[in-house]
């Protein structure tokens, strides 16, 4: 498939899929349409082209509802996974206690604190998941939240998300699910999951920058956050009232051409089969974990079925001097915190180094990879 990624130029190895996906020619072609020979506003001209933008930008809302499982009516376009869960944790009515779980990305810490939460934090598991047992043992009925990631973006460790759902439901809390990366990677359908809240960006699913989905079968429950057109029923100075969700959840202009760039992204990974994905990253990460266990200089992080995932460190040298190094050799890693401070004093480091793998990756990053990584402990032995 690496031919469908103009962005996958010769020579270079590109394993930092879990920071943001590579596009691929369809999303480019739909984003270059909608932008330009299809443009228009939508919901509000009477105009044809107008007309056909609404259908096209409300198709875009049911193939991506379709995607998880959902009704389109329990999608809500947002700038990405960030702003879903701010939205939530803003709007919520019930503002009280949240259990959060010590692997979480800072968009999934912070709003809560902004937002006056009470936060709980579950441990983890000897090998790096959301240890459930803790959490079953720290939940009580002053709980209205609990908020954790389906797959960890350092550790690619996945959610048992039933059993949190069930575990939530038990005391009379709801359950928001970060499903960044999982969506990439692994099924998803939201019905099935019993989550009460599912948050994903566009940019890590092959699909633009700018565009995100909440979704929820609670929306009826949640009071609008942001304010302006679109999302209004009538306005006077006296008083407003708003749309349906979602709409009244989408103020002002939407991102019309990222809606649709993203409904091609989800279009090309169902052709392709999400299962198919996911079974040869897990070849991917399988090779490469088994490559670095052989090196004494590495410590590897995470569970072995990791999700696409790989975070190591290498004794002596600081991830960032990895990462540079590598570059040199047209590997193209992360290396840092990955916006998870907590996890890094959990896991006893400043950072790590994270090669993270895409439909597109091969047996040939890994084969870059490792050579790379024997060039830094030539330079750094």
Partial sequence: ?????????????????????QKPQAVLDACTLAMGRDYATVHRGVYAR????TLAYEAARRRIAAFIGAKDDQVVFVRGATEAINLVAYSHP???????????????????QLAGWEIDVCPLTGD??????????????????????????????????????????????????DGCQAVPRLPVDVAALG???????????YGPTGIGVLWSDKLDALPP?????????RVTFAKTTYAPAPTRFEAGTPAIVEALGLA?????????????????????????????????????????????????AMAGVHPHDIGTILDESGVAIRAGHHCAQPLMEHLGVPATARASFGLYSNDDDVTALIDGLARVERIFG
């Fill in 50 to 53: 107008s007309a056909d933008m």
């Fill in 264 to 312: 091609a992204a989800v279009d090309y990974v169902s052709a392709i089969g999400i299962d198919a994905i996911h079974a040869h990253e897990c070849a991917l990460v399988g090779a490469l974990r088994e490559q670095l266990a052989r090196k004494n200089s590495i410590t590897l992080f995470g569970p072995e079925n990791s999700a696409g995932i790989v975070s190591f």
């Fill in 128 to 177: 790096g998941r959301i240890d459930l047992d803790a959490a079953e043992k720290i939940l009580t009925p002053e709980h209205n939240m609990v908020a954790f990631a389906h797959v960890s973006n350092v550790l690619g460790s996945p959610l048992d998300v039933v059993r949190a759902a069930e575990l939530a439901h038990r005391v009379g809390a709801e359950l928001l699910i």
């Fill in 1 to 21: 498939m690496r031919a469908d990624f103009p962005g996958l130029t010769a020579g270079w190895h590109y394993l930092d899929t879990a920071a943001t996906a």
């Fill in 225 to 233: 956050w942001q304010g302006g057109g679109s999302m209004i029923d």
């Fill in 94 to 112: 019930k503002k009280g206690r949240v259990l959060l779980s010590v692997l979480e990305h800072h968009s999934n810490i912070v709003p809560w």
């Fill in 195 to 205: 989550c009460d809240y599912y948050a994903f960006s566009g940019h890590k699913l």
